[in-house]
């Protein structure tokens, strides 16, 4: 019994302890925080400041990458755009130059058998006739083929002579 005795004069000092570090504990926290507290207010208001910072820093960067990603997909609708017109002139183009071969064909069949009937010393107005309409058309083709590349050089230099255009008005 005197064991149990023992024990619970040892626990009533200890709760008695446990009682007065509770109250200083409290006692310190009314009186103005506790350990180190202003120590760490000031650090947490250091680290809210840097939190901040990063956050405005962070919607800096969102709003460059928009403005990229805005600027890029303008450049890449203004290069789709002037892929299609150069595929467009292209297309032209290459038309222009398959008749250019076409007639420049015949010329040359037409030529041939002018210089074979000239060898043999009979001329056929119907050979000189055919040489001269293929090569009117050979001439046609080539003009054609130039307002096709006019055409392309024109739609290359609108772009400079809008702007000046614009300085001017």
Request: proline share 1%.
């Amino acid at each position: 019994m005197s064991e149990i005795s023992d024990f619970e004069t040892r626990i009533t000092a200890a709760l008695e302890r446990i009682g007065r570090a509770v109250a200083a504990a409290e006692e310190q926290n009314a009186s103005g925080g506790g350990i180190a507290s202003d120590e760490m207010m000031a650090e947490m208001g250091r680290l809210q400041e840097a939190l901040d910072g990063e956050r405005a820093t962070n919607l800096q960067l969102e709003e460059r990458v928009r403005a990229i990603h805005e600027k890029q997909q303008s450049h890449v609708a203004s290069l789709e755009e002037e892929v299609e017109t150069l595929r467009h002139q292209l297309m032209n183009h290459d038309a222009e130059t398959q008749k250019l071969r076409r007639v420049n064909t015949q010329l040359r069949a037409n030529n041939t058998a002018l210089r074979e009937a000239n060898a043999t010393a009979i001329g056929d107005p119907t050979l000189v006739n055919t040489a001269l309409m293929t090569e009117l058309e050979a001439i046609k083709v080539g003009r054609d083929a130039d307002l096709v590349e006019l055409d392309a050089i024109l739609n290359e230099l609108r772009p400079f002579t809008d702007a000046a255009q614009k300085e001017e008005a």
